[in-house]
């Protein structure tokens, strides 16, 4: 039997459906009432750990609305079973377990209101009828939420948001649009239909518990009680796993219809409550749209067509390079936590904290002024994947539903195998949504897909890490070329050395000062093990590496996420001491077969690496983001780095290979300094106004700009 045989076409789907709606219209009333009275006495009445009246009524109810909302999901599917695609066909199954857990721990959530109800010092009749009233209102309410659900789908391709909270501040228009456009008098038929469908099975079915007759012994009253929280507990955190359920699970697959089929739009209306104002101005981005697509490479009158100030259009596109395409290099690209320039040897720290990573830079190209746009590793990934700089005020954007969908280069890479590795889970900061959503046949590792143990909070620890994700490459068939993003994590506080980490050796303060380990910016003795750790994991991997065949024909990108603040270090330049310099982190670009060893003093961004790593894949591409190829000569004219600091006080800045620049949007105040004089802390923007006014335009559109396409850079593959 082949694993083709197990996938559901859509039309037998839409068959069963139907199928099934047809037999449930069969059924008589009076048989289907008798049919929930037997299963609920069955299921309910006489099983001990529902021994209480209290108990009985809280599963009840529970059932009552987890049937509720199982009943609208399929109505759901039904309804719009023209959506549905040989490729999304496969992910219904899933979808739909997964919609079960959401619409869980909305049943788990709406227990509450009762759970206070029936303790408050009342009669049980008064209680009844409260909870009747009470319930038979919020069954209303939910009906007319999932029927605007339906008819935001049927308009938008998206399930209920908190963005249609807009239209009530025009509420005469939009009932004017509603009344014109939608059958509302069935609307409220329907709604009036559930409402007392919900009423009579709530009297009938559900409230008498409340009197149920009870004579269960006290342990078995705790064991029930004990039970239950557990179980309430267990529904509302949707999971078993380090991390709670959250709406990023449902964006796992790179299917929009079956991603919207897992959601429960009354969370979903929760869940994106914070994220309901796009904070973008459109007026500031046409503004600084010429000199921000001159920046970008969009031309006017070159040979890119793609120049619109009107549509605001980023869109540059490159072709193939056949001779590249030919040798499909292997990719890997591997983030190392809180690798600040600074803190390596490469930086000029003399307590060889990194010895393999320096090693391997010997050997390789290395940029040695390479930034990231912030201080954060969920923003920083989110760079690194989308090329767009996290520059959300409320959240992280691997947290914001409403961006979710973005186009990464590494989605170009059609005929690659890609895998993404990381010790922990990958729902920390919701980055699995980017990731699966937006990188097409993705194959995730995470916490539980791996043989070695969980060692803290941030999964295995990174030895094991490199490990496991380098005999997963070993394993592999050959017949396609791959890319593989690996992100450490153990560079973090607990700063976790585990036993089983092979010939490591920790040191004490017998082998290095802990005045030498302060000056070159290190906190304690337990972070620079930790550093010293992780580039011994990172050097673990080369070793392994260089003895497989995949090895020639691999290009390897190393950088860090983030840097950290210096603590005085003496080996950090002068210029930056008085700077936010936690953005300065080195890159190493290693490939004996296609790299020719050196430094390269261009600056160069964190959202530059998946257009480089496009462009050595030789594949062709598309890009509306900041990003831009390292080695494209085109762009060497002006290379600048954006970066902006999201915490208060919130700043932009942008270095280019004389200046960095620095503004604070909020009182207006800004600052340029020249890294290269002989006195580099000095202020020079009235010494050089130009410059200044050419760096704050560029800074400020680069910002106005990345709010914008943070929303408008959906999939162009």
């Not at 939420?145 to 339906?150: F, N, S």
Request: net charge neutral.
């Amino acid at each position: 039997m082949k694993s083709s045989d197990f996938v559901i076409s859509p039309d037998s789907l839409k068959l069963k459906l139907s199928c099934v709606i047809v037999d449930l219209e069969r059924i008589p009333a009076d048989k289907f009432i008798y049919f929930l009275n037997d299963l609920t006495y069955k299921l309910v009445m006489k099983n001990k750990f529902f021994n209480t009246p209290k108990l009985k009524f809280l599963y009840s109810l529970m059932a009552f609305e987890l049937l509720f909302f199982t009943l609208f999901r399929l109505l759901f599917l039904s309804y719009f079973h023209r959506e549905i695609s040989a490729a999304s066909s496969g992910q219904l199954l899933n979808a739909l377990f997964l919609g079960f857990k959401f619409d869980l721990r909305l049943a788990m959530g709406l227990l509450l209101p009762a759970i206070i109800i029936i303790n408050l010092p009342l009669s049980t009749k008064i209680k009844i009828t409260l909870n009747n009233i009470f319930y038979t209102l919020v069954s209303g309410l939910i009906t007319f939420l999932y029927i605007t659900d339906a008819g935001y789908f049927s308009y938008l391709k998206s399930r209920l948001n908190a963005t249609i909270i807009q239209f009530l501040k025009n509420p005469a228009i939009s009932f004017e649009m509603v009344r014109e456009s939608y059958p509302w008098p069935l609307f409220l038929v329907i709604i009036l239909t559930f409402t007392f469908a919900s009423f009579f099975i709530l009297k009938n079915l559900v409230s008498p518990m409340l009197e149920s007759w009870h004579a269960g012994s006290k342990k078995e009253k705790v064991l029930g009680i004990t039970t239950f929280i557990f179980l309430f507990a267990l529904g509302l955190y949707g999971s078993v796993k380090r991390y709670p359920l959250r709406w990023s699970e449902a964006f796992a697959s790179p299917d929009p219809f079956s991603s919207n089929l897992a959601l429960n739009p009354v969370l979903y209306m929760i869940d994106t409550y914070s994220f309901r104002n796009s904070d973008f101005e459109e007026e500031k981005v046409h503004k600084a749209y010429p000199i921000v697509s001159q920046f970008l490479g969009v031309e006017k009158d070159g040979l890119q067509a793609n120049y619109d100030e009107k549509k605001l259009n980023f869109l540059r596109e490159f072709s193939a390079n056949p001779e590249r395409q030919k040798q499909k290099p292997n990719i890997v690209v591997i983030i190392m936590e809180s690798m600040g320039y600074y803190k390596t040897g490469l930086g000029g720290s003399k307590i060889n904290p990194t010895p393999n990573l320096d090693a391997l830079a010997q050997n390789s190209l290395l940029f040695n002024n390479f930034y990231t746009p912030t201080v954060a590793t969920a923003r920083s990934v989110f760079a690194a994947i989308t090329s767009l700089p996290d520059i959300s005020k409320v959240q992280t954007g691997t947290r914001n539903p409403f961006v979710v969908n973005q186009h990464t280069a590494i989605g170009e890479l059609k005929d690659y195998e890609k895998y993404y590795f990381l010790g922990g889970s990958a729902n920390w900061g919701n980055i699995r949504g980017v990731l699966s959503y937006n990188i097409p046949g993705l194959h995730i590792y995470e916490e539980g897909s791996y043989k070695s143990k969980v060692v803290d909070v941030w999964g295995i620890s990174d030895l094991n890490l490199f490990k496991e994700a380098g005999a997963t490459l070993n394993e592999r068939e050959f017949s396609k070329p791959f890319f593989a993003l690996i992100q450490s994590a153990g560079f973090h506080r607990p700063y976790t050395i585990p036993s089983d980490s092979e010939n490591f050796k920790l040191l004490s303060f017998k082998d290095v000062s802990e005045k030498a380990i302060h000056e070159f910016g290190f906190e304690s003795l337990e972070e620079y093990n930790a550093m010293r750790l992780q580039d011994f994991s990172l050097g673990k991997f080369f070793e392994m590496a260089k003895k497989q065949k995949w090895y020639d024909n691999t290009i390897f990108l190393v950088f860090g996420d983030h840097s950290l603040p210096h603590n005085n270090a003496i080996n950090v330049e002068d210029w930056q001491r008085n700077l936010n310099n936690g953005y300065h982190v080195p890159l190493v670009i290693h490939s004996p077969k296609y790299i020719k060893p050196g430094i390269e003093n261009k600056i160069a961004s964190e959202m530059d690496v998946m257009p480089t790593v496009a462009g050595l894949t030789g594949v062709p591409y598309k890009t509306r983001s900041f990003g831009r190829d390292l080695f494209n000569t085109k762009y060497d004219n002006y290379r600048a780095a954006f970066s902006y600091n999201w915490y208060a006080p919130f700043q932009l800045s942008l270095i280019d290979k004389d200046f960095y620049f620095e503004y604070i949007p909020y009182n207006g105040q800004g600052r340029l300094i020249n890294h290269t004089a002989a006195t580099p802390n000095d202020d020079v923007k009235d010494k050089f106004p130009d410059k200044y006014r050419e760096m704050e335009t560029l800074a400020k559109g680069l910002y106005e700009s990345a709010k914008y396409l943070l929303h408008h850079n959906q999939h162009l593959y």
